[in-house]
Nanobody, 127 residues
Framework: QVQLVESGGGLVQAGGSLRLACAASGRTFSSYGMGWFRQAPGKKREFVAAVSASGTSTYYADSVKGRFTISRDNAKNTVYLQMNSLKPEDTAVYYC????????????????????WGQGTQVTVSS
């Protein structure tokens, strides 16, 4: 069982930065691939970024590549999402999720492969 708690959301002006954190409970955090997803009102949940269990591989949606950075600290059971150059279209509820599957590198962008989800944190970017 893994429990995930996100923090760090808020209101920021366009061009600004935020860093989200996702703290995980349990001793097996280092065996999970971790992803960040977001959902804007009236839209489907979409993939944002992911990091492999070891932290050596990272993946990004095209819409955030070059602006967002995902990282993890397995000693602290925490995954981060550094968001720079924020745009109004980044406004959404951001969720972290944990997946324990064999072929994570081919499936990280599918919400269905994630076993555990956090409650979400709101990010609002004003123009």
């Amino acid at each position: 069982q893994v429990q995930l708690v996100e923090s760090g959301g808020g209101l920021v002006q366009a061009g600004g930065s935020l860093r989200l954190a996702c703290a995980a409970s349990g001793r097996t955090f280092s065996s999970y691939g971790m992803g960040w997803f977001r959902q804007a009102p009236g839209k489907k949940r979409e993939f944002v970024a992911a990091v492999s269990a070891s932290g050596t591989s990272t993946y990004y949606a095209d819409s955030v590549k070059g602006r967002f950075t995902i990282s993890r600290d397995n000693a602290k059971n925490t995954v981060y999402l550094q968001m720079n150059s924020l745009k109004p279209e980044d406004t959404a509820v951001y969720y972290c999720a944990a997946a324990n599957i064999r072929d994570y590198s081919s499936n990280y962008y599918y919400p269905a492969v994630y076993n555990y989800w956090g409650q979400g944190t709101q990010v609002t970017v004003s123009s």
